[in-house]
């Protein structure tokens, strides 16, 4: 299910300067020195001294779009990481401009986004019970709603890990915060704690959660570099996380949502196992046509 990352290839050379490349550019530094020692130009001799192996690797600050990682240098491979450090942080390519401003909004339509979340229509709300009862959470234990928006999947997850656990309904947005603290209240999830968190940090203790759940939010991290570093943080040794998102088939996705989500699953999957996760399973529910299910765990 999971690629390799390609620039582990490159890396073994810049490791190992004595092999073949330094080689190939000998004939080009003797000539240059014959140069200098025959017709005493001093230039000669410094451009001996200073010219760039033929098949040295470019200049390491030069960027590549590597579908992988928009954001890492091409001359910068960025390994599997077991410590929480995620690639380098930058803002995704092909990700919209303002794409979390209508969440942001002082004035958001509270009741507009509860019909349009919370519809049958919706997919993932039509199938709610389903995805959490294949998550197969344990009572007693602690799972982040991140971007929780209106919490529907935080109020099935109160029920789920029942009176000892704890679900952190994760949100960004100032009137999705409001609206689930009311929630909350009005609904007594008893397990349930708001969280406020920002666009590079879920804002967890460390070791704190079991599952770390992320629904249609992925496509919308402004820095997932340092966004997953937090959540890979907050998660205990051996913890989960849960990426549900939409399939991008050119062809059979419709056109917003090509223009609406920045990179398919491969993509996707590729930058979570760089963050420090390996691919655990996934889970395929009948009825999710338009979206995929992907279980990652910590790598410890």
Known sequence: MHAVPKPQ????????????????GIPARI???????????PGALQTACTTR???APADSSASTSDSTSASAPASTPSPVSTSGEAPAAGRPEGLPENINAPFLAPDLAIDDWIERFEGESRAVYAHREAIVAALGLAPGSAIADIGAGTGFFTALFDAAVGPGGRVHAVEISPGFLAHLRARAKREALSSVEVVEGNERSIELPPAS?????LCDVYHHFEH?????????????PGGTLVLIDFERIPGVTSAYLLGHVRAGREVFSDEIVRAGFR?????ELEGLEDNYILRFTRAD
Not at 9 to 24: D, E, N
Not at 209 to 213: G, L, Q, R, S, T
């Open 9 to 24: 290839a490159r890396r073994s050379r810049r490791q190992h300067p004595l092999g073949a490349s330094i080689s190939a």
């Open 279 to 283: 691919v655990r399973d996934e889970i």
């Open 53 to 55: 192996d033929p098949q």
């Open 209 to 213: 959660i079991d599952v770390a759940f």
């Open 31 to 41: 000539a240059a020195l014959f140069a200098a020692l025959l017709l005493g130009l």
């Open 224 to 236: 997932p570099a340092q966004t997953l570093a937090s959540i890979r943080s907050a998660l205990r």
